[in-house]
């Protein structure tokens, strides 16, 4: 696959744009470098390089994609908000209607903010959490990344419940140790957490079901109950950072496919339908904390903008028509079983992980419930599988620890053009 202008564009972003991309997981440095593919158009559940060459999208932007790209619904909304003006700076009608529209899909958003990632959202339902409770630390599980507000970025300490250190320069010692990391799916470790630090944990943070070091489900169906009545039972609140799952399953929160009840949420991506946006929300007491009614500042001269609002709308309208789900479920399982039956003809060892239209392929025989399990699995067999994927025409995101997404406009004949790309990239890696 000629990829000459790619190169060319890529050189040019290097010199102006900090390391040639605008986040890094953009870099191909976990997949033992080489040039990122520049993308000049997407149509459907394709795009096309700056080289002209083709590819069937999985990576799906990291998660918003669900509809592909340029959806008419999603087009027509964007359309018709930049005749009305993208911005006011005043309550506007789309807001309330989008308002409305989540917590009719989510009843527990009793009250919702506007923001505009989902680094902001999880931010703040952390300085709310801290205002309601009157406490400091925070508990989150291994592995799980909730954006880069300073907090966040804290890797778990030497013990399974010590406090947590930097882990990215910049920040403070005492802003990690404010951070508790457990294992996830790991009951006891939690609650030797709570045990030690429980008087001072404001919240815990969790990603229902983890897409942050690939796709790992509870381990059963009582474990975020668990998960949530033991923070409970020592005062904290619970947190469930739905940024890339709320809608992308079901419609609605992976909390309600567990029947559980967090007391607050973060949320972004899909809710975007591919603009900026990210939201906040649940209990009406605790989010009444929240300034003008409350001590807990937080603001946006972009949150609630009417484009990202129209858009937001317009996506989730076309996820409520029936099936759409059941059809990306099974496209995906369609995707997995190839992917086994290569693995198998080819003697690659693999452990896949999927849940509904989403799924990770690990290299490796080992399941993978925790982020050690992931951190485990073979980086240099993931790094030449997501090479060989691209030359065949297929884009997944350049890490291991990410996710295939299907959306909600993968055809068939995408789905079989990808299961003969998976039998030679499975041939190659042999
Ligand atoms: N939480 C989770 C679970 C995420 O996956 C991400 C982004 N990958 C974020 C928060 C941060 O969202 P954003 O990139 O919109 O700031």
């Known amino acids: 696959m000629n990829r000459a202008q790619s190169e060319l564009w890529f050189h040019r972003a290097e010199a102006v744009i900090l ?4 986040s890094p997981s953009r870099s191909y440095k976990s997949v033992g470098g080489g040039t990122p593919i520049v993308m000049s158009r997407g149509a459907g559940s394709k795009f096309y390089d700056v080289d002209g060459n083709e590819y069937i999208d999985y990576l799906a932007g990291y998660g918003p994609s669900i509809l592909g790209h340029a959806h008419p619904e999603i087009t027509k909304a964007i359309q018709e908000a ?16 989008f308002a409305e529209k989540l917590r009719q899909a989510i009843p527990d958003l009793e009250r919702i903010r506007f923001v505009n990632s989902g680094t902001e959202a999880v931010m703040t339902t952390i300085r709310v959490a801290r205002a309601y409770t009157g406490r400091t630390r925070i508990i989150k599980f291994a592995g799980c990344y909730h954006g880069h507000s300073d907090a966040m970025l804290v890797a778990a300490g030497s013990g399974p419940s010590s406090m947590g250190v930097p882990d990215s320069a910049g920040v403070t010692k005492a802003t990690a140790e404010e951070v508790i990391t457990v294992p996830f799916n790991d ?3 939690f609650e030797q957490a ?9 919240a815990v ?12 489900a509870p381990k059963d169906d009582t474990y975020l109950k668990s998960v949530i009545d033991l923070a409970h039972h020592h005062g904290a609140l619970t947190i469930f950072d739905e940024v890339i799952t709320a809608f992308r399953f079901h419609y609605g929160s992976a909390a309600q496919l567990y029947d559980v009840h967090p007391d607050l949420y973060a949320l972004g991506k899909i809710i975007g339908g591919g603009l900026p946006i990210g939201a906040y929300g649940g209990r009406r007491d605790i989010m009444e904390n929240v300034a003008p009614l409350g001590p807990a500042y937080q603001a946006g001269t972009m949150a609630g903008n009417p484009l990202s609002m129209r858009t937001g709308i317009a ?3 076309v996820l409520q028509q029936p099936g759409i789900y059941e059809a990306m479920a099974k496209r995906a399982e369609r995707l997995v079983k190839v992917t086994h039956e290569a693995a198998d003809k080819y003697h690659v060892p693999i452990t896949i992980n999927r849940v509904g239209g989403a799924f990770t ?15 485990a699995t073979d980086s240099k067999q993931f790094a030449r599988y997501f090479h060989l994927l691209a030359d065949n025409g297929i884009l997944i995101a350049p890490s291991k620890y990410e996710a295939w997404f299907v959306s909600a406009v993968h055809t068939d004949e995408d789905i079989e053009q ?13």
Do not use: W
Not at 19 to 22: A, F, P, R, S, T
Not at 194 to 202: C, M, N, S, T, Y
Not at 361 to 375: C, E, I, K, L, W
């Open 19 to 22: 390391g040639g991309v605008n």
């Open 82 to 97: 930049a005749e009305d003006g993208v911005l006011y700076g005043t309550p506007t009608t789309s807001e309330v209607l």
């Open 187 to 189: 009951l006891d470790a």
């Open 194 to 202: 709570l045990i030690a630090h429980g008087h001072d944990v404001a």
């Open 205 to 216: 943070l969790v990603e229902p079901i983890v897409g942050n070091f690939g796709i790992v």
């Open 315 to 317: 996506c989730l309208s």
């Open 361 to 375: 392929v690990y290299f490796g025989h080992h399941a993978v419930r925790n982020y050690d399990d992931a951190q």
């Open 418 to 430: 990808t299961c003969d790309a998976i039998d030679r990239v499975f041939q190659g890696l042999a």
